[in-house]
């Protein structure tokens, strides 16, 4: 059975500082909105990849979004949504994973997507263990709809159809170039 992986305190450490810089060198910061000075600090010279820096800093910028930022009231994305589907997008995904795009949801939610290989993955995070999974695959025309809440073998599975897709392809190509 497989579950959300909790990070510990020496993966974050929250900081209430007005002097720290957002963005700072090997350092990754993950912060509250604006009118907060509390920031969580993600430590880079842990050797996590350079994706889990580039989904740790969206989310950020995505906590910082005004009230009212589209057209229907929007609130920024919550610190404890953010740093939830942070977690959740560090466990699921492998060197070999395609980065999602990262939406901002009207309600303070996130949205993370894929559309790769005939495959789209939507995983909808509207708030720490209350997500949705939406799986539409394209030469199949099969739809799939998950409820998730901390078990995250629906979004696994199909992380790994994404990745063995683009692997199968991989091997087929550099197959024929020998």
């Keep these: 059975m497989s579950a959300v992986r909790h990070l510990s ?6 900081v209430r500082s007005e002097s ?11 912060s509250a909105p604006a009118a907060s000075s509390e920031i969580c600090y993600l430590d ?22 005004p009230a009212g930022w589209d057209s229907y009231g929007g609130e920024p994305l919550r610190l404890d949504t953010g740093m939830f589907a942070l977690q959740v997008l560090c466990d699921v995904m492998s060197d070999s994973t395609p980065p999602p795009s ?26 720490p263990l209350e997500c949705e999974l939406m799986v539409y695959d394209h030469l199949s025309r099969e739809q799939q709809v998950f409820q998730m809440r901390a ?28």
């Design 20 to 30: 720290e810089p957002a963005f700072g060198a090997g350092v990754n910061a993950f």
């Design 44 to 65: 880079r010279h842990r050797g996590r990849p350079a994706r889990e820096r580039v989904v740790a800093n969206t989310l950020s910028e995505y906590t910082k979004l």
């Design 102 to 127: 990262l939406v901002p949801v009207s309600s303070g939610g996130v949205q993370c997507e894929w559309h790769e290989n005939g495959l789209d993955i939507e995983l909808y995070i509207s708030a």
């Design 151 to 178: 078990e995250l073998t629906p979004l696994k599975e199909q992380m790994k159809r994404l990745v063995d897709f683009n692997r199968d392809v991989n091997a087929r190509t550099n197959g024929e170039r020998n």
């Design 9 to 14: 305190d020496r993966d974050f450490q929250a």
